[in-house]
């Protein structure tokens, strides 16, 4: 799997966290009223991507340049 580098201060993380939180609320209910199952599938693992994508930004600190 590829690399990618993000250079961003603690101000951008905390938006893009935030972002990425309420994208995730959205998903939950989107995922709670679909009845379709191949459409749930798939949004149950963009959530599962974008909770790892949270979880890797909680973990790595904002290294000053």
């Known amino acids: 799997m590829g690399h990618i580098e993000l250079i961003m201060n603690e101000e951008e993380k905390d938006i893009i966290l935030q972002a990425l939180?309420?994208?995730?609320s959205e998903l939950n209910?989107?995922?709670?009223?679909t009845e379709q199952m191949?459409?749930?599938?798939?949004?149950?693992?963009?959530r599962t991507v974008i909770k790892n994508f949270i979880n890797q930004l909680k973990e790595h600190p904002i290294v000053a340049g």
């Open 21 to 24: 939180q309420e994208c995730l």
């Open 29 to 33: 209910m989107e995922i709670a009223d």
């Open 38 to 46: 191949n459409y749930r599938e798939e949004l149950k693992y963009k």
